[in-house]
Structure formats: structure tokens, C-alpha cells
């Protein structure tokens, strides 16, 4: 899954990752973190998704960041606005009210970039890597987030045989490990959501859950 495999999937309009709404599981479980109205939200492979307007509409400022200028730009047309861009070594910012997006690698984001982000939420980005870059993403890029930060993980569980990823299957057991060394991680639900992706059975998946973690930095 490397950069033009992404890209590719953007130009051919391959994005049934898109959701036309905030995430039913993020607006559930979000309030439960407790996070001070204002504070930065850090959105890692954002695509365009609606979860970030959600989180400007709460009140709280965000930062994400997602390779695709198609996506980056789709994002802003299609809620109206029309974004400030400059130019910095992390890539392109797009901003607009309390929205910024970095078309970038989220890689290359320093622990200056993410500094002032009090929060981090993951839906559909560590499950759209393969497993030795969802080690990268938890080695390399999470422990640029503070001590005290605090998200939500959202993942899938699936017999991984039955279907390609991405999106991959990462087991609970998994993100336990990845997250072990700096991060508290608490399982807040687990739900079969089989029947509501006709997609997976279709591929012949004959098991489908997704699971919501709350992380803590310590
Ligand atoms: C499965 S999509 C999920 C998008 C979004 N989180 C959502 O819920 O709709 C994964 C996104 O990550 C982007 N991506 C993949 N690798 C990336 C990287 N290294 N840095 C930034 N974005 C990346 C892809 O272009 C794609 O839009």
C-alpha cells in the first residue's frame, strides 16, 4: 500500500472507505474522553472524511493530514469553503475556520507538527495499513503526540483469509501490542456489523466486528 495505490484509488473514485456522515461510533463514544472544548484534534489519514467538520462543529480545532490532493480538496469544495493554502516541509496546508489538513505523508509529521494536538482520532487509518507500517504508524508517529493525549480507535475484525485487506483485520491483540509501550488502551465496545456490509459477504467474509478503543498517552 504505498503512496500510488492510494492515489490511484482516489483518481478512480475507489473510496468505499467514504462515509456521508461523522462516524455513528465517533459522536457514541467521543464525549467519553472528556476532552476540553478547543482542543486540537489530530485526524491521521483523514481522506475527507466528515468526522473532522463534526469535530469543528464541537467546538474543538483540528489537524489532519492525508496524502491525496484530490481528497484534500474534495473535502473543501464539498462543505462550501474555500481554504487558505500554504506551503511548509510537512507539505500543503489547507485551512479553513478551525480546520487544517495537511496534503502530506503522515510520516514526515515531527513532534512539532502534532505538539498542541490533545487528542488523536483513528478510523480507517491503521486498519488501511499493511503490518509492518501499522508498526511504523504506532513506533514512529504516535509517540510524537504529548504525554496526556487521548483518542478513539476504531478497527475491524475478520478471518483475515477470507478477504485482502486493506481494510485489514487487526486483532485487539494486536493493537495491544502495538500501543503497549506509551499507551493505556481500554476496549469501550465490540459490535457484529456482518449485516450491515454487503460488500464483506459478498467477497465471502463470514465474519465481520468492529472494535472502539479509548487510548491514553502516558
Ligand atoms: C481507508 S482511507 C480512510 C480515510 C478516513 N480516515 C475515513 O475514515 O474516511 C485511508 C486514507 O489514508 C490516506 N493515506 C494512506 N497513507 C497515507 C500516509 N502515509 N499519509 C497520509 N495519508 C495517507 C489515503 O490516501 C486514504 O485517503
Not at 472507505?17 to 462516524?23: G, L
Request: glycine content about 8%; some cysteine; hydrophobic content about 40%.
Amino acid at each position: 500500500m504505498d503512496a500510488d495505490f492510494w492515489h490511484q484509488r482516489w483518481q478512480d473514485n475507489q473510496i468505499g472507505f467514504h462515509q456521508d456522515r461523522p462516524s455513528p461510533l465517533l459522536l457514541k463514544h467521543w464525549p467519553s474522553l472528556g476532552l476540553a472544548g478547543g482542543s486540537r484534534v489530530f485526524v491521521p489519514l483523514a481522506g475527507k472524511t466528515l468526522d473532522m467538520a463534526w469535530f469543528a462543529s464541537q467546538g474543538h480545532r483540528v489537524l489532519g493530514v492525508e496524502l491525496s490532493q484530490l481528497a484534500v480538496e474534495a473535502f473543501f469544495a464539498e462543505l462550501g469553503l474555500t481554504p487558505e493554502v500554504s506551503e511548509s516541509r510537512y507539505g500543503s496546508h489547507y485551512r479553513a475556520g478551525a480546520i487544517e489538513l495537511i496534503c502530506g505523508d503522515a510520516f514526515a509529521l515531527d513532534a512539532q507538527a502534532l505538539g498542541d494536538c490533545a487528542a488523536v482520532f483513528d478510523r480507517a487509518a491503521l486498519i488501511a495499513l499493511p503490518p509492518p507500517l501499522r508498526q511504523r504508524y504506532a513506533d514512529e508517529l504516535y509517540p510524537r503526540l504529548q504525554p496526556g493525549c487521548r483518542g478513539l480507535l476504531i478497527t475491524l475484525e475478520y478471518p483475515q483469509h477470507e478477504k485482502q485487506g486493506p481494510p485489514f483485520c487487526v486483532s485487539e491483540a494486536e493493537v495491544r501490542a502495538l500501543y503497549a509501550r506509551d499507551w493505556d488502551v481500554t476496549t469501550l465496545e465490540r459490535r457484529d456489523i456482518l449485516a450491515q456490509q454487503p460488500g464483506f459477504v459478498v467477497e465471502g467474509v463470514t465474519a465481520l466486528e468492529t472494535i472502539v478503543y479509548a487510548l491514553g498517552r502516558r
